[in-house]
T-cell receptor
Framework: GAVVSQHPSRVICKSGTSVKIECRSL??????MFWYRQFPKQSLMLMAT?????????EQGVEKDKFLINHASLTLSTLTVTSAHPEDSSFYIC???????????FGPGTRLTVL | GQNIDQPTEMTATEGAIVQINCTYQ??????LFWYQQHAGEAPTFLSY??LDGLEEKGRFSSFLSRSKGYSYLLLKELQMKDSASYLC??????????WGAGTKLIIKP
């Protein structure tokens, strides 16, 4: 099956610093990748849709200047949380959609803790 | 508006069968997904239905009725490792996944 990796799996940082999370599709090409955030005991919340070679589309209420998304190739998208604050602490999950299909395959997630 | 409804929590016994229901109302429809999510982990793909009917995949089956806006996930021969949250998601006309809040399934010995 399609494999998506995410790095790092866990990060702890100080308030005010920036954190970059990488999402890679390992054995397939993905024109579209998605970034989700999930708080404890809540459902997935779509943050943005990332299309290769173009600007990301952000969901309402998600600050694009705070959550920078770059989708430089068909196999890599990055999410940078700038000037992180404790309220940004969450589980960040990326997913990738295969070129010809509707299924989304998820990365293992990144648990971010901002002190 | 767009809405996905599924029960918050269900309990079943090891070895038994459980059916998790999902109703959806989305702008357009391009299929219905079921994902499994263990605590602290990312979701894993279980099934995708775009046509009416039942699709069987081992111990798991998924059913769709487009006219009723209804789907269910059927789990047979339950095992303790099936304890997880099961997420229903509808693919809308923009090919965006609209997620339900998930059903936490508790398996008891």
């Amino acid at each position: 099956g399609a494999v998506v990796s995410q790095h790092p799996s866990r990060v702890i940082c100080k308030s005010g610093t920036s954190v970059k999370i990488e999402c890679r599709s390992l054995d397939f090409q993905a024109t579209t990748m998605f970034w989700y955030r999930q708080f404890p005991k809540q459902s997935l919340m779509l943050m943005a849709t990332s299309n290769e070679g173009s600007k990301a589309t952000y969901e309402q209420g998600v600050e694009k200047d705070k959550f920078l998304i770059n989708h430089a190739s068909l196999t890599l998208s990055t999410l940078t949380v700038t000037s992180a604050h404790p309220e940004d602490s969450s589980f960040y999950i990326c997913s990738a959609r295969v070129l010809q299909g509707n299924e989304q395959f998820f990365g293992p997630g990144t648990r971010l803790t901002v002190l | 508006g767009q809405n996905i409804d599924q029960p918050t929590e269900m309990t079943a016994t090891e070895g038994a069968i459980v059916q998790i229901n999902c109703t959806y109302q989305t702008s357009g429809f391009n299929g219905l997904f079921w994902y499994q999510q263990h605590a602290g982990e990312a979701p894993t793909f279980l099934s995708y239905n775009v046509l009416d009917g039942l699709e069987e995949k081992g111990r798991f089956s998924s059913f769709l009725s487009r006219s009723k806006g209804y789907s269910y996930l059927l789990l047979k021969e339950l095992q303790m490792k099936d304890s997880a949250s099961y997420l229903c998601a509808s693919l809308d006309s923009n090919y965006q996944l609209i997620w339900g809040a998930g059903t936490k399934l508790i398996i008891k010995p």
